[in-house]
């Protein structure tokens, strides 16, 4: 079963490498990237803002952390499948998937808000949280365009998208504020960003990023283009042969557990005190400026595995 399209691989990776077999992943696929997390991180900022503030809108107070427990909790669920599946047909085909998936949850918000369907909220929030889980694979992707040396740094190029998706969910607000639209607008605007993201990623990145990976392993190979049928140790040999991802596992929990937490209580905590969607937003960019404002630079000194977290 072929993976990839042979003789456009072997073109567009003939172009991106240079001379003693150096990998430079071109402009338009780092750009791409970008975007990508800028288009990841306006839906993430648009369910940390308002998906706990609706939430308590369908079912009253105690129910707020519904949303984002229900959006995170998927996410996770579906990284190891989404990155297996990556593995076997490409970065580009999944990730493509997953701005699909993410934008049907977003429309299914707008449509739940507007009809005042609380099973629909639900199923589209079911929907964002996969579609989450599948674009974390853009770090994945930005890793296996850069050599090993320079890969965290890469890394946080990439994620340096997410600031600029941070302050772009904040625009959607304030044009939602401005122009007096129901409180269901930022939905169906983040769910037309993530239509044209599935757009942008289907045609613009090429090579795909799996591919170029492959190059930087065995340079002398420029294309693999059938699976061998094995996808590495299973995730539990992994585990039990490696104190330290378990470790990182672990503490990716408790941080995703408190973070779930925050966005609940940030939202919930803002309008109590008669603020609207424009102030949460606003507190919202302000807390991804500081999570992704450093990225750039503090991705030269991170191991790769803290990086990809």
């Not at 044209?196 to 392993?217: C, F, K, T, Y």
Request: hydrophobic residues 55%; proline residues 5%.
């Amino acid at each position: 079963m072929a993976m990839f399209d042979q003789d456009s691989v072997k073109s567009d990776l003939l172009h991106s490498i240079t001379a003693g077999n150096s990998l430079t992943p071109s402009r338009r696929i780092v750009a791409v990237l970008l975007g990508a997390a800028a288009s990841l991180y306006v839906l993430v900022e648009v369910v940390s803002g308002l998906a706990a503030v609706t939430a308590q809108g369908f079912w009253g107070p105690g129910f707020g952390s519904v949303g984002p427990a229900l959006v995170f909790g998927l996410a996770g669920a579906v990284s190891v499948p989404a990155g297996k599946l990556s593995d076997r047909i490409g970065r580009r085909p999944v990730i493509t998937l997953g701005f699909i998936i993410a934008a049907m949850g977003a429309a299914g918000v707008w449509l739940s808000i507007v009809l005042h369907w609380a099973v629909v909220f639900l199923l589209a929030l079911a929907f964002i949280g996969v579609g989450v889980g599948i674009l974390r694979l853009v770090k994945a992707a930005a890793a296996d365009i850069y050599p090993s040396h320079s890969r965290t740094k890469g890394i946080g190029l990439v994620q340096m998208g997410a600031l600029g998706g941070a302050w772009l969910g904040l625009a959607i607000a304030v044009v939602s504020r401005i122009h007096a639209h129901t409180p269901a607008f930022p939905w169906m605007a983040t769910a037309g960003i993530l239509a044209i993201g599935a757009a942008i990623m289907q045609w613009l990145l090429r090579p795909d990023p799996l591919a170029l990976a492959r190059v930087v392993e065995e340079p002398t190979v420029l294309l693999t283009t059938e699976s061998k049928g094995t996808l590495g140790r299973p995730l539990y040999k992994i585990l039990s042969e490696t104190p330290a991802i378990s470790a990182i596992l672990v503490t990716i929990c408790m941080v995703y557990g408190v973070m779930v937490m925050d966005m609940s209580l940030a939202g919930i905590i803002l309008v109590d005190m008669g603020s609207n969607a424009q102030t949460i937003m606003i507190v919202m960019a302000i807390h991804f400026t500081g999570m992704f404002g450093p990225m750039r630079w503090a991705g030269r000194g991170l191991p790769v595995t803290i990086a990809n977290i």
